[in-house]
Nanobody
Framework: QVQLVESGGGSVQPGGSLRLSCVGSGTSLRFFTMGWYRQGSREQREMVAT???????DYADSVKGRFTISRDNAKNTVYLQMNSLRPEDTDVYYC??????WGQGTQVSVSS
């Protein structure tokens, strides 16, 4: 129904920046709440940032002030701008549309 493809991950030094992209196909993402998640230390993935169809954003406490989620409906794409990256941000980051549609993830590695 909807397919999500993440990109933009990579390896950076602490303090560096990355911008992740999540491109949807098959269905418009316009009416979905979108999110970025990572595995963290939990069994289940943890929310990093979400953005509603009305562009209301929410963030995990650990990334507030450093990460920004945004969306471009014309491009059917959601972004996660990650600044001031820390080693503990290292993880696979997954895009979620609504409650059910996941991308395959993109690796973010932060190390010296």
């Amino acid at each position: 129904q909807v397919q999500l493809v993440e990109s933009g991950g990579g390896s950076v030094q602490p303090g560096g920046s990355l911008r992740l992209s999540c491109v949807g196909s098959g269905t418009s993402l316009r009416f979905f709440t979108m999110g970025w998640y990572r595995q963290g230390s939990r069994e289940q993935r943890e929310m990093v940032a979400t953005i509603s169809s009305g562009d209301s954003a929410d963030y995990a406490d650990s990334v507030k002030g450093r990460f920004t989620i945004s969306r471009d409906n014309a491009k059917n794409t959601v972004y996660l701008q990650m600044n001031s990256l820390r080693p503990e941000d290292t993880d696979v980051y997954y895009c979620l549309a609504g409650r059910a549609f996941w991308g395959q993830g993109t690796q973010v590695s932060v190390s010296s």
